[in-house]
């Protein structure tokens, strides 16, 4: 069982930026691949960004490439998502999710993983 909490979303000016942070409980935390989404009123779930058990792998949607980076302290069983060059289009509020793996690789859809946080929102002013 893991239980994610995250934090840092808050109300920003576009082209600022924000670091998201999403704690995990449980023993076996370095055994799950971890993701962050997000969903905007009235739109679907969308996928942001994936991170390996070990760190070494990430992936990223088109819209946040280059902008937007997935890093994991596994010590602290925390995952960072920080979030530079914010744009309007970002407000939405983001959930971070927790997946059982059994290799060193990243899931990039919300059916592969199990366990979900309560979000965070992020607001982006114009």
């Known amino acids: 069982q893991v239980q994610l909490v995250e934090s840092g979303g808050e109300l920003v000016q576009a082209g600022g930026s924000l670091r998201l942070s999403c704690a995990a409980s449980?023993?076996?935390?370095?055994?799950?691949?971890m993701g962050w989404f997000r969903q905007a009123p009235g739109k679907e779930r969308e996928f942001v960004a994936a991170?390996?058990?070990?760190?070494?792998?990430?992936y990223y949607a088109d819209s946040v490439k280059g902008r937007f980076t997935m890093s994991r302290d596994n010590a602290k069983k925390t995952v960072y998502l920080q979030m530079n060059s914010l744009k309007p289009e970002d407000t939405a509020v983001y959930h971070c999710?927790?997946?059982?793996?059994?290799?060193?690789?990243?899931?990039?859809?919300?059916?592969?993983?199990?366990?979900w946080g309560q979000g965070t929102q992020v607001t982006v002013s114009s």
């Open positions: 449980g023993r076996t935390f370095s055994s799950y691949a």
């Open positions: 999710a927790a997946g059982r793996i059994y290799s060193d690789t990243v899931y990039t859809s919300s059916r592969q993983y199990q366990y």
């Open positions: 991170i390996s058990w070990s760190g070494g792998s990430t």
